[in-house]
T-cell receptor, first 113, second 111 residues
Framework: DGGITQSPKYLFRKEGQNVTLSCEQN?????MYWYRQDPGQGLRLIYY???????QKGDIAEGYSVSREKKESFPLTVTSAQKNPTAFYLC????????????FGEGSWLTVV | DAKTTQPPSMDCAEGRAANLPCNHS???????VYWYRQIHSQGPQYIIH???NNETNEMASLIITEDRKSSTLILPHATLRDTAVYYC????????????FGTGTSLTVIP
């Protein structure tokens, strides 16, 4: 089935550790996005990538890093510099073959313990 | 991208139509109106989008006013599974442009 796969669904991290969230899509979409959602809040954009080997900071990029070495993959690393990393993380993608409508993965819960 | 304003919460009786309003008074001529919904702890789900004309699909109908400054998402026969947060977004239809999500409307369908 075509779609966006995020892993892991739940992740626990100790303070001071980096952690990488995986996002893979087989929709042949050019653009990919990472959002953060805190309880009861809307989505805030962390990073986005319009094409392979290129990405731009969103509104809350500090403490995060990304790479886009392959079209289908856009991993997000939450670094120790992110002061409040506990949140729900959502990956999304869109492309011309989807009418530029953005589609989301099922999300990853990150908890810092 | 233009901003949107939605009521924070609404209730709807099961089986009745749910009408969710959205104001986007600063919308530009090339910006589309998109609707998504998010069930707790899941990724947002695309519902419908439109530019000027009213749109209908298997999930919902989208009514856009003639001046395009507001729109209404209609769920014709709400079920308990429609309980979710509904987001109204306006954006230029272009790959790579950001989608800005506000806090949306929390719809509760009541048995």
């Amino acid at each position: 089935d075509g779609g966006i796969t995020q892993s892991p669904k739940y992740l626990f991290r100790k303070e001071g550790q980096n952690v990488t969230l995986s996002c893979e899509q087989n929709l042949n979409h050019d653009a990919m996005y990472w959002y953060r959602q805190d309880p009861g809040q809307g989505l805030r954009l962390i990073y986005y990538s319009q094409i392979v080997n290129d990405f731009q900071k969103g509104d809350i990029a500090e403490g995060y890093s990304v790479s886009r070495e392959k079209k289908e993959s856009f991993p997000l690393t939450v670094t120790s510099a992110q002061k409040n990393p506990t949140a729900f993380y959502l990956c999304a993608s869109n492309g011309q073959n989807s009418g530029n409508t953005i589609y989301f993965g099922e999300g990853s819960w990150l908890t810092v313990v | 991208d233009a901003k949107t304003t939605q009521p924070p919460s609404m209730d709807c009786a099961e089986g009745r139509a749910a009408n969710l309003p959205c104001n986007h008074s600063t919308i530009s001529g090339n910006e589309y109106v998109y609707w998504y919904r998010q069930i707790h702890s899941q990724g947002p789900q695309y519902i419908i989008h439109g530019l000027k004309n009213n749109e209908t699909n298997e999930m919902a109908s989208l009514i856009i006013t003639e001046d395009r400054k507001s729109s209404t998402l209609i769920l014709p026969h709400a079920t308990l599974r429609d309980t979710a947060v509904y987001y109204c977004i306006v954006r230029v239809q272009n790959t790579g442009n950001q989608f800005y999500f506000g806090t949306g409307t929390s719809l509760t369908v009541i048995p």
